[in-house]
């Protein structure tokens, strides 16, 4: 038998997926809490939970990914906010970081103060297209080499400005690499260089900064953060490959206890022939997170985020009660009197989300007469929706929480799917398929067929 061992170190949870590589089926899963100080404890007890089900195996493949000790944490720092700073995000968002703060134009002595207080890992710094400004991306540079950061700054903007960047961090002493512009024209994404160069920092830097390199003696290697191998999942299931089909454009919701993560994979088109195209070109395979969605650490805020019309449906004195045991002990699961309480909260988040994460149709006035706009993805034909993340996978009732994503009325000119197929991931498996795919894609593909349960 050939195996692979694979496993997610999450926030609170280490999760582990066993494979038989030759069947091309999940032997088992298990979990154990994620022990920080030394995640190789974690790693032991969720390895004995493995083996109380499988015996002892001898894994040909040990693969990992992590979120743990908080995730990969950036900021990013543009020019214009709706151009090379949001492009600068979406780069950080797609190669799995958690990111904090999106800064634009001159960086003030205040936003290097509330740098400093947020303690990024990687700063993205772009600004400018190819031969634009290269005033402010300078000016920003100087901000952060003379600052006391000791986050990493990958330099991704105007290629004019490079030459005197890499002098300014030189002599400061201060540690960076370059890459490619993220918007190099006007309207013209580039952030696939600025992705791979957050993905090398994190695996030749970061891991070993937060103490998950000690991990090397039981796992061959940990290969990309979490976000990043449920995104690989995601995108495979969907594009496919020369030997293994896809299942086509989709989207998928992953809630957690910290933030509410949204994936579409759908090339971006106007909803009809004559709509007129408006903001910044978005990516093929794109990823959204909503930090003040989550169903554990970020309640509250969940709570203030919902629309009146979900808040009416909540009963508030249960949720102060239910907020109270949830600040007090994050890793509680509701009982028989909250259950009700969840449902109705994580159907509010992934509605929301999922709000957030489409176009939007609207109109505009011109002297021609009214013109139909579209800003973002057009996600109204897409098929297939699938959903991961404890309050969904635990569900007595998920379809009711897949109706979230679709159309409704209330969701007026929002680009949502119209009626679509809900497939679960019951076994929480999509970190460990988007590990086993950097190897194996075709058997990835084909355990996630078989394995993500139709609802």
Not at 26 to 33: E, N
Not at 291 to 308: F, R, V
Request: proline share 3%; charged share 25%; net charge negative.
């Amino acid at each position: 038998m050939k195996c692979a061992l694979l496993a997610d170190f999450g926030s609170t949870y280490t999760k582990l997926t066993a494979v038989d590589l030759m069947k091309e089926d999940i032997l088992a899963t298990s979990k154990a809490f994620t022990t920080i100080e030394d995640v190789n404890i974690g790693l032991g007890n969720a390895l004995d939970h493995l083996e109380t089900q499988i015996g002892k195996k001898e894994y040909d493949l040990k693969l990992a990914c992590s979120s743990a000790a908080g995730g990969l944490r950036m900021v990013t720092v543009g020019l214009v906010k709706e151009l090379t700073a949001k492009a600068s995000e979406m780069a950080a968002l797609n190669a799995g970081a958690k990111v904090l703060k999106v800064f634009s134009y001159e960086l003030t002595d205040d936003n290097m103060a509330e740098m400093k207080d947020l303690r990024p890992e990687i700063i993205l710094l772009s600004g400018g297209i190819d031969g634009g400004n290269k005033e402010v991306i300078i000016q920003n540079a100087r901000k952060i080499a003379s600052s006391d950061l000791e986050a990493i700054t990958i330099v991704a903007g105007n290629k004019v400005a490079t030459d005197i960047i890499r002098k300014i961090f030189d002599e400061a002493g201060k540690d960076y690499v370059v890459t490619e512009n993220v918007m190099p024209d006007y309207n013209k994404l580039n952030i696939e260089p600025a992705r791979s160069k957050i993905r090398e920092v994190f695996l030749n830097r970061i891991i070993f900064a937060k103490g998950l390199g000690k991990i090397k003696d039981t796992m061959n290697d940990i290969v990309m953060p979490t976000p990043s191998a449920v995104l690989k999942a995601i995108s495979i299931l969907s594009h496919g490959t020369l030997k293994e089909k896809g299942l086509g454009e989709l989207l998928a919701i992953d809630v957690g206890g910290a933030t509410t993560d949204v994936y579409s994979i759908a090339e971006q088109k106007p909803f009809e022939g004559n709509t007129v195209m408006k903001g910044l070109p978005e990516p093929e395979d794109k990823r959204t997170v909503e930090g003040d969605l989550g169903l554990k650490y970020s309640l509250d805020s969940l709570y203030e985020a919902l629309n009146m019309t979900q808040k009416s449906k909540i009963d508030l004195e249960a949720f102060k009660t239910y907020l109270e045991k949830v600040l007090e002990d994050p890793s509680i699961l509701p009982d028989d009197d909250a259950q009700l309480l969840e449902h109705q909260l994580t159907f509010g988040a992934i509605e929301e989300a999922v709000n957030r994460h489409v176009g939007e149709l609207s109109i505009q006035y011109t002297i021609h007469g009214s013109v139909r706009c579209q800003q973002g993805k057009d996600l109204t034909t897409i098929r297939t929706i699938v959903g991961t993340g404890g309050p969904m996978i635990n569900s007595k009732v998920p379809t009711e929480l897949f109706e979230a994503v679709l159309y409704n009325d209330a969701a007026g000119q929002r680009l949502k799917p119209k009626e679509a197929k809900f497939y679960l991931d019951h076994k929480y498996i999509l970190a460990a398929m988007g590990l086993l795919a950097t190897y194996y894609p075709e058997k990835a593909i084909r355990i996630m067929k078989k394995e993500l349960k139709k609802v």
